[in-house]
């Protein structure tokens, strides 16, 4: 991350942010491995009340900023599992996930976790294996009725 790039805790202030780049993420990220009804599907969750907010006011979560702007953010909910990473199109591969998920993983080992797990999207799954993230498995699930691929993965943190 280049010095313009910092990361802070997640705060209540950033709900609404975070959800509309959780949005932008979808909608200019996802073109990529998805279809257009796949991110009118996927994209939706955000305006459903309780669908993205159990896991912003339980979890604990990172935002990442460049310069004044957040640019990324992720949150841990369960403790042990990775919930949500998403990243504005136009930050994306500027090293925003793998600071994320570097601090997350760090601050998780920290408090006792012995691996995180993830439900990671076709877009984020490169990332994971290269952060040596491990598939457990595909798994077929349905966002609105339309049909998705994710990929079950873990990430041991503590080494024997």
């Known amino acids: 991350m280049s010095k313009s790039h910092y990361l802070k ?3 209540h202030k950033h709900y609404e942010v975070v959800k509309n780049v959780y ?3 979808i909608q200019e990220i996802g073109p990529l491995s998805y279809t257009d009804q796949q991110i009118a ?3 939706s969750l955000a305006v459903l009340p309780g669908v993205l907010d159990e896991s912003l006011e339980k979890g604990k979560g990172l935002v990442s900023f460049e310069g004044k702007e957040i640019a990324a953010f992720a949150v841990r ?6 919930a949500l990473l998403y990243c504005r199109g136009r930050f994306a591969r500027r090293g925003h996930g793998t600071a994320l998920l570097q601090l997350l993983e760090s601050h998780a080992c920290k408090e006792g976790q012995e ?3 993830a439900e990671a999207s076709s877009c984020s799954y490169p990332l994971f294996l290269k952060r040596g993230w491990k598939l457990k498995s595909p798994e077929q699930i349905k966002i ?3 049909d998705f691929t994710r990929y079950l993965m873990w990430k041991k943190l503590v080494q024997d």
């Open 9 to 11: 805790p997640l705060e």
């Open 23 to 25: 949005i932008n993420a």
């Open 41 to 43: 599907a996927w994209s």
């Open 77 to 82: 909910f369960p403790m042990n599992r990775l």
């Open 115 to 117: 691996f995180l797990l």
């Open 144 to 146: 609105a009725g339309v």
